[in-house]
């Protein structure tokens, strides 16, 4: 009977040190993941960021394009000045 509850209080201190372990593991798990959150939320922001620059360097030439109608090709001559 002896053996069998020191078999049982070995089994138990055994269980004790696994706990701890996995307690440590599931606490630097716990902490990891809230650092990444953060992480990805910094990732958002930049990439919501770079795709505005993108999106204005896209638009952006096109708005300066200016498109004149009613004058025929070549009718400006060689001086520009001429058009005024």
Do not use: Y
């Amino acid at each position: 009977m002896q053996g069998a509850i020191q078999r049982v209080a070995k089994t138990c201190s055994e269980f004790a040190v696994r706990m701890g372990k996995a307690e440590t593991q599931i606490s630097k798990l716990e902490h990891d993941v809230a650092t990444q959150g953060d992480f990805g939320d910094l990732l958002k922001a930049q990439m919501d960021d770079t795709q505005w620059k993108l999106l204005d360097l896209e638009d952006g030439p096109k708005q300066n394009n200016l498109r004149v109608l009613g004058i025929p090709e070549a009718v400006e001559g060689t001086d520009p000045a001429d058009l005024q």
